[in-house]
């Protein structure tokens, strides 16, 4: 069945530093969203990509999907305490409603 | 946009008992989720429903688990009988049609002693 992996699945780092986590699926995707969950909070949508190798920017935050349309990254630049928290992935296959979220990466950013 | 709305947002209760819990989703989104979150397994998807009926609940992790959608703006997840190793944070999200962005509720934080 599908499959959605993520690593690593835990970093710490200290505020200012980047972080990265990245995410791969067992089969090709249609599309792969990205969520943060906040501690003791819910997850919240982040962006969707849909393109083989796109890449698409939020403030300090940049999203990358592989051309294979498999994998996907999330690069924080200069990590501040406010980013803080789980990052998802969730993919979809183009047979499926629902999404396959991947398993997550906490990020802990020390002050 | 009042978003997702799940009730109770804490339940705590006693190994034996029936646990129901509820979601309103978003007015006018078709799709309904629910998710079940732990630090062992992460977050499992459960069931999900289209236009009220239910498409996937192969999630369900047994008998004791139903879902039900009576209309397009409520549905319950119950739990009968409860164990120790159901508690976990129990989220409901919904997804309107066209996009496949999912809106998350705040979750029930649900403890079975």
């Known amino acids: 069945g599908q499959q959605v992996m993520q690593i690593p699945q835990y970093q710490h780092v200290q505020e200012g530093e980047d972080f990265t986590t990245y995410c791969n699926s067992s089969?090709?995707?249609?599309?792969i969203q990205w969520y943060k969950q906040r501690p003791g909070g819910h997850p919240v949508f982040l962006i969707q990509?849909?393109?083989?190798?796109e890449v698409k920017k939020q403030k300090r935050l940049t999203f990358q999907f592989g051309e294979a349309k498999k994998n996907s990254s999330l690069h924080i630049t200069a990590t501040q305490t406010t980013d803080v928290g789980t990052y998802f992935c969730?993919?979809?296959?183009?047979?499926?409603?629902?999404?396959?979220f991947g398993t997550g990466t906490r990020l802990t950013v020390i002050p | 946009d009042a978003g997702v709305i799940q009730s109770p947002r804490h339940e705590v209760t006693e190994m034996g008992q029936e646990v129901t819990l509820r979601c309103k989703p978003i007015?006018?989104?078709?799709?309904l989720f629910w998710y079940r979150q732990t630090m062992m397994r992460g977050l499992e998807l459960l069931i999900y429903?289209?236009?009220?009926?239910?498409?996937?609940d192969s999630g369900m992790p047994e008998d004791r688990f139903s879902a039900k959608m009576p209309n397009a703006s409520f549905s319950t997840l119950k739990i009968q009988p409860s164990e120790p190793r159901d508690s976990a944070v129990y989220f409901c999200?919904?997804?309107?049609?066209?996009?496949?962005?999912?809106?998350f509720g705040p979750g029930t934080r649900l403890l079975v002693l």
């Open positions: 999200a919904s997804r309107g049609g066209g996009s496949g962005t999912q809106y």
């Open positions: 089969t090709t995707l249609s599309n």
């Open positions: 990509l849909v393109k083989s190798g």
């Open positions: 969730a993919g979809q296959d183009g047979g499926a409603n629902n999404l396959f």
């Open positions: 007015s006018g989104h078709n799709s």
């Open positions: 429903f289209n236009n009220n009926v239910p498409i996937d």
